[in-house]
Nanobody
C-alpha cells in the first residue's frame, strides 16, 4: 500500500503562485511515475502533469504548459507542482497520484483545494 499526502493548496489572486507538495509513504519502491490531476466545480477530473521517477521525464496538459512546473525529490519520496501565473480557471481540487506501471494510476491522495480569485 501507498499513502499520498498533499499540501500547499489555498486561496490566491489571479497572477499569483502556489506550490503543491505530495509526500509518498509505504510501498514506494518501483514507482514508475507520479502525477497531478484536478477536478474543478462541475467538471470531470483531468490530467495536469506527470513525472517519471527514473529520468524525470515530464508531461503537461496544454492549458498549464509554461505556467506549471512539476518536479520530484526521490530521496524524500516527494513530488511538487509549482504553479505560476494562476488563472481563475485553475480553481479545482488538486489530487496527486502514483503509478507503478505505465498504464495505471494506482494510488490517489485526498486532494487539496486551490482557489484563484479575480
Amino acid at each position: 500500500q501507498v499513502q499520498l499526502a498533499e499540501s500547499g493548496g489555498g486561496l490566491v489572486q489571479a497572477g499569483g503562485s502556489l506550490r503543491l507538495s505530495c509526500a509518498a509513504s509505504g510501498r514506494t519502491f518501483s514507482v514508475y511515475a507520479m502525477g497531478w490531476f484536478r477536478q474543478g466545480p462541475g467538471k470531470e477530473r483531468e490530467f495536469v502533469a506527470s513525472i517519471t521517477w527514473i529520468g524525470g521525464r515530464t508531461d503537461y496538459t496544454d492549458s498549464v504548459q509554461g505556467r506549471f512546473t512539476i518536479s520530484r525529490d526521490n530521496a524524500k519520496n516527494t513530488m511538487y507542482l509549482q504553479m505560476d501565473s494562476l488563472k481563475p480557471e485553475d480553481t479545482a481540487v488538486y489530487y496527486c497520484a502514483l503509478a507503478h506501471s505505465r498504464t495505471t494510476w494506482s494510488y490517489w491522495g485526498q486532494g487539496t483545494q486551490v482557489t484563484v480569485s479575480l
